[in-house]
């Protein structure tokens, strides 16, 4: 049998996703919104739509369910999706359901978050940490003790991490929030201070992916890079765009006042 990482990349291809609906989860539909809202589930042939749902409604308000099926045969794949209306919901059917028994069928099934069409179909080996991480925009003048006070109230936190700058030591405008579970992100994400402009973070880049940096902390490509290792942005406004991606959070400019600089937050 093909191992769960291939059948994510088969199944989470870009033109794979056809709801049961006919088309909703085409290429001008939002199914990636609100993001890491869906659900990918490797199962046992014979569990049903209905059984997903009685088990998996408890978690949170279902918008789909799409067992996948072979075209020719109609026969199901053992590969479902479902897409949930939040990301705090289908964070908390993944920790709950992952390995559970459901529909009389004694294989476990193994729920991981689906990829977003912008992602494409490769997993990271760090690929939990986006799950997990969240970049906010703070006040220079907040601390990490504050920044820790206000996230701590969604769940227990790994760390908190204010960019700053190499020499000075002062904040750069933004930080990092991680926590230890992907429920507890997925509500700070949801219910936080919406002046903390919360987007989940990209994975701190392997050292196998390539990337080279220059002394300032650019990439060579033309990313930015922060002091705690992972993605760091000039200061400037933040400004969300829809720039051809299905959700406003998929892509966000971070525009340096004065050397003209220009990071990119790459889609969540």
Known sequence: MASTDKLSRRYESRDNFHGSDGGKYGKESKYDDPPHSRLFIVCGKSITEEDFRESFSKHGTIEEIWVVKDRN???????TYIKFSKTSEAALAMEEMNGRCIGGHPRPLKV???HSR???SRRDM????????????VPKSLSEADLREHFVQFGDIDYVSIVRDRNTRDSKGFAYVKYHRMSHAAKAFESCDRTFKPVFADPKPQKSDGLKFDGTGRDLRGDLRGSDGGYGYSTGPITPHLNNHHSPFDAISYNASSSGARGCYRGV
């Open 73 to 79: 045969t109609d026969e199901p794949k053992g590969v």
């Open 112 to 114: 991981l978050i689906a």
């Open 118 to 120: 912008d992602q494409g």
């Open 126 to 137: 760090n690929e939990e940490e986006r799950l997990l991480r969240l970049f906010v925009v």
